[in-house]
């Protein structure tokens, strides 16, 4: 049974910054790319970032320059440290098995475009 754990999330104020961890279990953690969405309440699942398999990564735009994507195959774990947060950062964030390059209608965890959704960890940046 796949497994994807987040931790890390919590409340830090404008230009603070915080670690996110994804630890995988039940597949073959190299063979796939795993990435980042997040949601805010009546927003679109929007794509946050990926490291591929091939330790190619993706940014979405907003997060260049700010948010910085790894992963650890001997830890089966993806990273994703956010520096210079914002308010509009603000948001579920969940790790994603195979992600897919676009954002999503509706609630991410229902998205069938993904292959696997972890439980999703809160991130809230206040003033």
């Known amino acids: 049974e796949v497994h994807l754990v987040e931790s890390g999330g919590g409340s830090v104020q404008t230009g603070g910054s915080l670690k996110l961890s994804c630890t995988a279990s039940g597949f073959t953690f190299e063979d796939n790319g795993m990435g980042w969405y997040r949601q805010a309440p009546g927003n679109d699942c929007e794509l946050v970032s990926i490291?591929?398999?091939?330790?190619?990564?993706y940014y979405t735009d907003s997060v260049k320059g700010r948010f910085t994507i790894s992963r650890d195959n001997a830890k089966k774990t993806t990273y994703l440290q956010m520096n210079s947060l914002r308010q509009e950062d603000t948001a579920l964030y969940y790790c994603a098995r195979d992600p897919y390059l676009a954002n999503f209608t509706g609630p991410c965890y229902l998205s069938r475009y993904v292959t696997d959704w972890g439980q999703g960890t809160q991130v809230t940046v206040s003033s």
């Open positions: 490291a591929n398999f091939d330790s190619s990564t």
